[in-house]
């Protein structure tokens, strides 16, 4: 089944490093991929998306690259922030229209 | 322009009941999702209702049902509530266009069954 898994579960870095999460996906070649930020009690907010012909994606401090090889995606954040605390999740649209996957998950902590 | 609203909030309900959340997507967005989310499993896709209709439905046992709304709202019910079913429930909406379009969430409803 297509399948998709967030690395690490947490991972915590110190303000103005970068962060760098990872999404790995299995038995499916998705044609994109998009990240998502969720905050405690809150709904996922849509970050950003990349297309398979793409192969790096940016907007302000975020980062996305796409591995069609791999079957990977890196996420990452520069000159991180303590704002920038939350759990991120990978996804992407699978065989049947309409639906995503989801990873489980990285927590993310910044501390000062 | 409104966010995705989901009411209510939080809920407890008892084993054997049955409940009924809502969602208004945002104006103008045909396309309601229905996830569950929990600390073990992730999100899981429930169901995704397009004008009316039910276009995809997740693994889940016939309890699990939804409907939408000429006005796009939609609801989806549980019958039979087991413990097991006590999560965050989330809808998102989407407008109608290409499949890859991102999802748009509420912030969810929290079902605690005892």
């Known amino acids: 089944s297509q399948k998709i898994e967030q690395n690490s579960e947490a991972l915590n870095i110190q303000e103005g490093k970068t962060a760098t999460l990872t999404c790995n996906y299995t038995n499916y070649s998705p044609a994109y991929l998009q990240w998502y930020r969720q905050d405690p009690g809150r709904g996922p907010v849509f970050l950003l998306l990349?297309?398979?012909?793409?192969k790096e994606k940016r907007k302000e401090r975020l980062k996305v690259t796409f591995d069609t090889t791999l079957k990977q995606s890196l996420f990452h954040i520069t000159a991180s922030q303590p704002a920038d605390s939350a759990t991120y999740l990978c996804a992407f649209r699978g065989s049947t229209l309409g639906r995503l996957y989801f990873g489980r998950g990285t927590q993310l902590t910044v501390w000062p | 322009k409104a966010g995705v609203t989901q009411t209510p909030r939080y809920l407890i309900k008892t084993r054997g009941q049955q409940v009924t959340l809502s969602c208004s997507p945002i104006?103008?967005?045909?396309?309601v999702s229905w996830y569950q989310q929990t600390p073990g499993q992730g999100l899981q896709f429930l169901f995704e209702?397009?004008?009316?209709?039910?276009?995809n439905k997740g693994n889940f046992p016939g309890r699990f049902s939804g409907r939408q709304f000429s006005n796009s709202r939609s609801e989806m019910n549980v019958s039979t509530l087991e413990l097991g079913d006590s999560a965050l429930y989330l809808c998102?909406?989407?407008?109608?266009?290409?499949?890859?379009?991102?999802?748009?969430f509420g912030n969810g409803t929290r079902l605690t069954v005892t």
């Open positions: 998102a909406s989407r407008p109608q266009g290409t499949s890859h379009s991102p999802l748009h």
């Open positions: 209702y397009f004008s009316e209709t039910q276009r």
């Open positions: 990349i297309r398979e012909n793409e």
């Open positions: 104006s103008g967005h045909r396309s």
